[in-house]
């Protein structure tokens, strides 16, 4: 079975810093490009970090988390993480990983797929950022 499982969301106050985890089951992440999503209430969904097949070094971020995300990929524990520091009250959201077997790295930050359009989809972490 092909599966995605977030993990690492919470409360933290404005300056903490989380390190989210995204676990595959059932396939190979080092074959997919790997996003991460955030969706907050009333808020279209966006994608925040993405990482190609080429490694760590083939990244994409939105101008908002630009320097305070990073994502990278654990092969050994077929996992991407996304390490959020300095957070934010506007980081408030749900935080979702996803993959993709055709997706270019570029194409999968700003794709607005349906999660059932794409090849695995998480069920979301939530962040919540407040003092």
């Known amino acids: 079975q092909v599966q995605l499982v977030e993990s690492g969301g919470g409360l933290v106050q404005p300056g903490g810093s989380l390190r989210l985890s995204c676990v595959a089951s059932g396939f190979n992440l080092d074959y997919f490009t790997v996003g991460w999503f955030r969706q907050a209430p009333g808020k279209e969904r966006e994608g925040v970090a993405c990482?190609?097949?080429?490694?760590?070094?083939?990244?994409v971020y939105a101008d908002s988390v630009k320097g305070r995300f990073t994502i990278s990929r654990d092969t050994d524990k077929n996992t991407v993480y996304l390490q959020i520091n300095n957070l934010k009250p506007e980081d408030t959201a749900v935080y979702y990983c996803a993959a993709d077997y055709s997706l270019i790295v570029q194409a999968m930050c700003v794709t607005t797929s349906e999660p059932g359009a794409l090849d695995a989809w998480g069920q979301g972490t939530l962040v919540t950022v407040s003092s």
């Open positions: 990482v190609g097949k080429g490694g760590d070094s083939d990244t």
